[in-house]
């Protein structure tokens, strides 16, 4: 038996805690810091999302993960001039693993404060730069260049948790977990998901391109990783809203779908034009944006504070320009773990631009939700396969 000591569980009280196996080595290596329990329940689940990502896509994959559930994922496609400053990422150079991680992060950037990144690929130079410059509490990747280590040593005074996985490694099929003395044992959930899996069109729509039948498969295969109830909002091969582990589905399709407004409100000119103070910290900038993007905005005009962050007075983008701006949006994809029991979850994700879902079926209602997608004309593929994640 192998084990990994650790300084607690969940919590400080949580004593003793380990990490390891009854047969065999663990399939990892911590190479600096020391990582600990939530850390590797991160690690874990995000490594699964990106190696299947990639196997799915055929694309260096990334994801940012909070307590268990990814704040974004995306695939390693080339940013825009846009996205590279909505991201802090201007004048970087990016490679293809560094731009999935970019993205990955620039989901919900004021979500991923503090993440746990993974990496389908090599950790490279490039990513490893972007990586110091952001609040995050490790990474796992199946492998780190000389040059990405010695800057990932650097990070938070030498304590930056850096994991490397062996990325041969298959774990038992069998899988068990203690509840409250109780031992659970179920299978794995190894269910390949792949384009395969889309050709059940239920909608009088079905001209299904094959950039919307990625970002399914991205929406998909993050799902599967999210603590549920869960519905991911993707665009362009990269998740812009994850509502997870709400107890009623158009909860989670509200939440991911004002996560992914917030994403398009921060493309908006206004919002691309504000000015900060010099050397403000990257975090403050993200929280700044969020405040202004809000109700809230309104009262920092009124006490007078925004000149704590902006070195300009913004000017306000007002409701109105915030439905104007995202009802132009189109081409965004859909996922839901598990069926829309009624069709209010596609009226709320139409707002947002959605013209693609995908989802089980299997509702009493599933004619109600198909009508009513046939009503704005959104594509839907059922799977029949639901993806709860607990």
């Known amino acids: 038996m192998t084990e990994l000591e650790l300084k607690y569980g969940c919590n400080p009280n949580q004593k003793p805690a380990r990490i390891f196996m009854e047969s065999g ?75 999935a991680y970019v993205r990955a992060r620039g989901a919900d950037r004021l979500c991923s404060y503090g993440d746990w990144a993974a990496l389908s690929d090599v950790c490279d130079e490039q990513t490893a730069r972007y990586l110091a410059l952001e609040v995050s509490d490790g ?62 069109i239920v909608t009088e729509n079905k001209d299904l391109p094959q950039q919307a039948k990625r970002d399914m498969l991205l929406a998909l295969i993050t799902l599967k990783y999210t603590q549920s109830n869960s519905v991911c909002y993707v665009k362009d091969g990269q998740a812009i809203g994850v509502g997870a582990g709400q107890q009623s589905r158009i909860h989670c399709t509200r939440l991911a779908g004002n996560k992914a407004d917030n994403w398009l409100l921060r493309q908006h000119p206004k919002t691309l034009a504000l000015q900060f103070v010099p050397g403000i910290r990257r975090p403050d900038r993200d929280n700044a944006i969020d405040v202004y993007l809000s109700d809230e905005y309104m009262d920092v005009l009124a006490d007078g504070v925004w000149q704590q962050t902006f070195a300009v007075k913004p000017e306000v983008l007002t ?28 009226e709320r994700a139409r707002k947002s631009g959605v013209q693609y879902i995908v989802q089980p079926g299997g509702s009493i209602r599933d004619d109600h939700v198909i009508d009513t997608c046939n009503k704005y004309g959104i594509v839907m593929a059922f799977t029949g396969m639901r993806l709860f994640h607990h």
Not at 328 to 345: C, I, L, M, R, Y
């Open 319 to 346: 409701a109105e320009e915030k439905r104007e701006w995202i009802a132009k949006q189109s081409g965004v994809t859909v996922g839901s773990d598990a069926f829309f029991p009624f069709g209010d979850n596609v």
């Open 25 to 99: 080595e663990l399939p990892i290596k911590v190479l600096n810091g020391k990582p600990g329990y939530i850390n590797f329940l991160d690690a874990f689940n995000s490594w699964q999302l990106v190696k299947e990502l990639k196997e799915a896509t055929g694309l260096p994959s990334a994801a940012s993960f909070k307590h268990v559930s990814p704040a974004g994922a995306a695939v390693g496609t080339e940013l825009t001039d846009v996205e590279r400053k909505i991201y802090f990422a201007e004048g970087m150079e990016l490679s293809p693993i560094a731009s």
């Open 139 to 200: 990474v796992i990747a199946p492998g780190y260049t000389e040059k990405a280590l010695e800057i990932l040593k650097g990070k938070r005074k030498g304590g930056y948790n850096v994991v490397e996985i062996d990325p041969a490694y298959v774990p038992k099929h069998i899988e068990h977990k203690d509840v409250f003395g109780v031992t659970f044992e179920q299978g794995r959930n190894d269910f390949k998901i792949d384009e395969a899996l889309l050709g059940n």
